[in-house]
């Protein structure tokens, strides 16, 4: 059942900001890729909430790319495979293969603007 509010506790990560050279490109991307829902923000900023509304975020031009892990975000997914598949084919890329944080089901990528992040899928 979906929460209709993100749950809210001392300590959460609710927000990321996301650097963009391309700020729709990148909204198509992550919606794309992972179905991020895209609203606007009351002050006309573009931002989006992650699949579980749990995460709130927005892209902005001002940041430099994060293109070396410093603080690693990773992503939830159901299917790790297709999830590559589509960030290839949506003109991300691959830069940390599945298999090397072995036993645990990870890999990074990076996005359209080289962000890297980290991708994970709980165990069956």
Same mark, same amino acid.
């Given at each position: ?6 749950? &809210?506790? #001392?300590?959460?990560?609710?927000? =990321? ?9 990148? =909204? ?43 603080? &690693? *975000? ?5 299917? !790790? ?5 589509? !960030? ?5 890329? !691959? *830069?940390?293969? =599945? ?15 080289? #962000?890297?992040?980290? &991708? ?5």
């Amino acid at each position: 059942m979906e929460s209709k509010h993100p749950t &809210l506790a #001392n300590g959460k990560i609710c927000y =990321v900001e996301i650097p963009a050279g391309d700020i729709p490109a990148s =909204v198509v991307f992550y919606q794309k890729v992972f179905g991020w829902k895209i609203r606007k923000r009351g002050d006309g900023q573009i931002a989006f909430d992650d699949a579980a509304n749990e995460v709130s975020g927005s892209w902005v031009q001002s940041r430099k790319h994060s293109t070396e892990p410093g603080i &690693l *975000v990773y992503i939830m997914v159901n299917d !790790i495979q297709k999830t590559i598949k589509d !960030i290839e084919t949506s003109g991300g890329k !691959i *830069v940390q293969q =599945v298999g090397a944080d072995a036993p645990e089901i990870t890999a990074r990528f990076s996005d359209p603007f080289g #962000n890297v992040f980290g &991708l994970y899928q709980e165990p069956a």
